[in-house]
């Protein structure tokens, strides 16, 4: 294994996060591990990979990161551009006000429910995708934290909880062959969301084939009607003849 | 943090190797910390104590050492690595056999002790982990770099996508990575070290136990 070698440090220090996040294949994998039994610096790098990710973690839910709202560095093109929408909102928020200032006659029932609407919508923020798997919450703090004043109007689990297994079922490094597993454990999945409370089911997935390689994908499509408190998501794995819970994680709900 | 390179663990490797048992507990102090880290981030760390099975491992290799099978340190890395790696699999399989109950108040146990990963921190080290990662991210030189970090560990965005959205060549993006974690070793050397002590005090201790434990039982007294 030359990856060994002193100059290839650099090299196997970049697959660091890809380890940590489980990306690396297996032959990759191997190769990386026996690399990390004969370095502690590595081994320490991997460490504080993890520390950085749960710190970015735990920061946000803290409140204290805002995820994903900065956008890139604008360059001249870009300022350009900015110029030109911003010009265009202007004059769209003109003409609305003209609109508004001399309305049209309409019911006051239909007007009221669709400002209601409006607001609703501006009141939601972007949907947002969670994925729970190689890093995941301490056993004492929720892993996924949505605030009512920063509500998704979409939330998407992505749980990395798929177990592998060989055509005969069952759980290798390696399968008869030298291949590797790639049969999933159950053909299909489905996630339930339990209110903590009452124990209540507060939504069902529908059931989803297992596909090797591709996350399984859970979406919550109106998060904002989840009452407050805390909440199991349970991963369940299904085959026909028999189901098991696979993964649970934690929701919290927060209003601030 | 500056540990042993692994050209000293490889001569101390090959010193143990040669039947030095001096060498032999440098080895497991310097394999250690890697052994674990195989474990607490392999492929079936949901599954494993990895401290007991660290120590399980570093004592099959040092029966490996002894037996004289190996005559290459770095097969005894890639040795180690495999052990840690079977290890763990047959603890997962052991576990994973016990999740055939459906539909009882105990499968949900074991799945919430399967879920949930070993919990290293307590809440005021939760914080100060928090805290370092914000100064760090206060103290990145541009704002492109704190968005990559933000975007890649908490968004979950893909490299490939960030590099094309930021204007970023792969190896900026590695070099803001790489350049992060040193940064962060360092805030929390400072402001939380038992955070950041690796090799940790055990680290030191099991392996002198676990030489100590061969050296009796080869030389029956002591």
Redesign the interface.
């Known amino acids: 294994?030359n990856s060994?070698d002193?100059h290839s440090l650099e090299e196997q220090?970049?697959l660091?996060?890809r380890?940590?996040a489980?990306d690396l294949s297996r032959s990759e994998?191997?190769e990386f591990?026996?690399?990390?039994?004969?370095?502690?610096?590595?081994?320490?790098?991997?460490?504080?990979?993890?520390?950085?990710?749960?710190?970015?973690?735990?920061?946000?839910?803290?409140g204290?990161?805002k995820?994903?709202t900065?956008t890139?560095?604008p360059s001249v093109a870009d300022q350009r551009w900015r110029f030109a929408v911003a010009a265009s909102v202007l004059v769209s928020l003109v003409t609305v006000g003209v609109a508004v200032v001399v309305p049209e006659r309409e019911t006051s029932e239909s007007s009221d429910t669709r400002v209601a609407a409006v607001t609703t919508l501006a009141r939601l923020a972007a949907p947002r995708?969670?994925?729970l798997g190689?890093v995941?919450g301490?056993?004492?703090?929720p892993d996924v934290i949505v605030t009512r004043s920063d509500m998704p109007r979409e939330l998407t689990i992505?749980p990395d909880?798929m177990?592998l297994t060989c055509e005969d079922g069952s759980?290798?490094?390696e399968c008869a062959g030298g291949t590797a597993p790639r049969t999933p454990q159950y053909s299909e999945y489905e996630m339930d969301v339990v209110y903590r409370r009452d124990s209540s089911l507060a939504l069902r997935s529908s059931r989803q084939l297992a596909n090797p390689g591709t996350l399984l994908s859970f979406v919550v499509s109106d998060p904002q009607k989840l009452q407050t408190g805390d909440y199991d998501l349970?991963v369940r794995g299904h085959s026909s003849d028999?189901?098991?819970?696979?993964?649970?994680?934690w929701l919290r709900i927060t209003d601030q | 943090?500056s540990?042993?390179?692994?050209?000293d663990?490889?001569r101390v490797v090959s010193a143990a190797l040669g039947g030095d048992r001096h060498a032999e507990s440098q080895m497991l102090v310097?394999?250690r910390?890697?052994?674990?880290?195989?474990l607490?981030?392999?492929?079936f760390h949901r599954w494993v104590d990895a401290e007991d099975l660290t120590q399980e491992t570093l004592q099959v290799v040092v029966e490996r050492v002894r037996a004289r099978t190996i005559d290459d340190p770095?097969k005894v890395?890639?040795f180690?690595?495999?052990t840690?790696?079977?290890l763990a699999?047959n603890a997962?399989?052991k576990v994973?056999r016990q999740?055939?109950v459906?539909?009882s108040e105990l499968?949900?146990e074991i799945?919430?002790n399967?879920?949930?990963?070993?919990?290293d921190?307590s809440?005021s080290d939760?914080?100060h982990?928090?805290?370092?990662?914000?100064t760090?991210?206060d103290e990145l030189p541009?704002?492109?770099d704190?968005?990559v970090?933000?975007?890649?560990?908490?968004?979950?965005?893909d490299k490939q996508s960030l590099c094309r959205?930021?204007?970023l060549s792969p190896k900026h993006f590695?070099r803001v990575?790489?350049r992060?974690?040193?940064r962060?070793?360092t805030i929390?050397e400072r402001r939380a070290p038992h955070?950041?002590l690796?090799?940790r005090i055990t680290s030191i201790l099991l392996p002198i136990a676990l030489s100590f434990t061969f050296w009796v039982r080869d030389f029956g007294s002591w």
């Not at chain 1, 301490?138 to 703090?141: A, E, K």
């Not at chain 1, 028999?242 to 994680?249: D, G, K, L, M, P």
């Open positions: 294994m060994l002193r220090t970049r660091v996060s380890y940590v489980g994998r191997a591990e026996a690399w990390l039994v004969a370095s502690p610096e590595l081994a320490a790098e991997v460490e504080m990979e993890r520390r950085l990710r749960r710190g970015i973690a735990s920061a946000a839910r803290r204290w990161l995820r994903g900065q890139p560095l995708t969670v994925r190689s995941r301490f056993g004492t703090s992505e909880v177990v759980i290798d490094l349970l028999h189901e098991e819970v696979v993964a649970r994680f | 943090m540990g042993p390179s692994t050209e663990i490889e310097a394999l910390p890697g052994v674990l880290a195989v607490r981030f392999g492929a770095r890395f890639a180690a690595a495999a840690a790696r079977n699999l997962a399989r994973l999740q055939t459906v539909d499968v949900d799945a919430q399967l879920e949930m990963e070993p919990n921190l809440d939760d914080r982990l928090a805290q370092a990662v914000m760090l991210l541009t704002p492109r704190r968005q970090l933000v975007r890649f560990y908490l968004d979950g965005a959205e930021l204007g590695d990575l790489m992060a974690r040193t962060l070793r929390i955070l950041a690796f090799p």
